[in-house]
């Protein structure tokens, strides 16, 4: 399987078994897809669903299940202390391999057409598939629970739908769809019934209050076992580790005069935030994650099966007479190649941390190197339509959306490698300080490049809509340029 994309849909309902059962068959019906996890808990009320699959596949058991919770699920007579807003409250879509953010974006929009259509359950976009500022946050999708997004779409324009009807559903309510990085669902567990204490705990702990960044916590009240839980969604595990989050959690409840019951993962966690939970507990020196055995062998096996593609190759390519590949996928292996170098500069470091970022932003990178070529020649297929065709305007528009939101994403993601590089070479010794300032230099070309191209792309894109959704991203990694060229 070439593209490999996650679904993590949650359903609010976590105490009839028949009715997760036909979750759970809705998704397994579907060929191609492949059931990781499930998990479902009494007290918040709530099931939660993992699967991966292609991207055309993923998408066809994200509605099917959609549209059986949609059918069993009940809100009016729902109880349970998670925030919700709909019997599919959320489903976020996560690239894995062979895909990209953007790739994900477009599965969310996908399904929010859908949904709206055919269910008749309104749709708003969150994360990175969000067309407003104010609803990139799920919780702000979520702020004052049903009541108040009922209240806010029949009086705020700002909170029209993005797909479905403007009101809510009768017993479904309405569903957040979007697209984001892994994410990890980790809870501590403590030993008092006094929710107002874990409520308090979570007020320290939660980015949003002046705690622990990429976290978000809330309180909550486990009646049927007798505690409270401080339950936490760790949004970015390489800014704040799993270890992290526990012992502050562990700290604030020593405060209090509260003992820790024990923790636990809702779903599926990415093997190198348990690697890196682990090194930092043992404190092991100059850890590398390709040292744990399961890993060696999958990145192995994985690679006896790609075919060669050697640099040689790819400059070939570029030097043909030929469209694509071209600037863009330059830009994306330049940042590439970046990243690496700052895994070299961290790793010799001792930089654990930002080691793990970079090995995230390296693949990802890559991985556009690809894409960039197949959204280009997605525009010039749709360029040389046939002029009267009835549909040709509206295939460039969207190819030219996909050829737009395809270098942006290179320029946000080499904007990161730039900053983590010039961390590194702030204390970097003598021997790899030229190294790291050649990896910032083509980092920074790298997203000065990938700018370039969005905004020709931009410039010759009729959707004025989608242009202007996209703008505050355009904006933020342009300010993020100019930030980082300032400090160089």
Partial sequence: MDRLVECVPNFSEGRDQGIVDALI?????????????????ADHHRSVLTFCGDPDEIIEAAFRVVRIATELIDLRTHVGVHPRIGATDVVPFIP??????QDCVQLAKRLGERVGRELEVPVFLYERAAGRADHVPLEAVRRGGLDGLA??????????PDFGPPRLHQSAGAIAIGARPPLIAYNVNLCTTEVDQARSIARAVRHSNGGLPA????????????MVQVAMNLTDYLVTPILTAFQRVKTEAVKRGIEVAGSELIGLVPQAALSQAAAASLQLDRFDSGQVLETRI??????????????????????????APAGGSVAA????LAASLGIMGARLGGQLDREQRLLELSPRLHRLVQADTEVYAGLMGAYKMPQRHPDRLSAISIALQRATEVPLEIAELSCDVARILHILREGAKPTIHSDLTVGLTIALAAAQAGLVTVRTNTNAQKNHR????LQPRIAKATESLDELKSLC
Avoid: C, N, Y
């Fill in 466 to 469: 989608f242009i202007e959704a």
């Fill in 96 to 101: 894995i391999r062979g895909a990209t953010m």
């Fill in 215 to 226: 976290v978000k916590a809330i309180g909550v009240a486990l009646s049927r076992r007798g």
């Fill in 25 to 41: 068959d809705a998704v397994t019906s579907t060929a191609g897809v492949a059931l990781l996890d499930h998990s479902m808990d």
């Fill in 298 to 323: 999958v990145e192995a096996l994985l690679d006896s099966k790609k075919p060669a593609h050697t640099l040689s190759d790819f400059l070939a390519e570029v030097a043909d007479a030929k469209p």
């Fill in 333 to 336: 292996l330049t940042g590439a």
């Fill in 151 to 160: 209240f806010r779409m029949e009086s705020d324009p700002g909170w029209i």
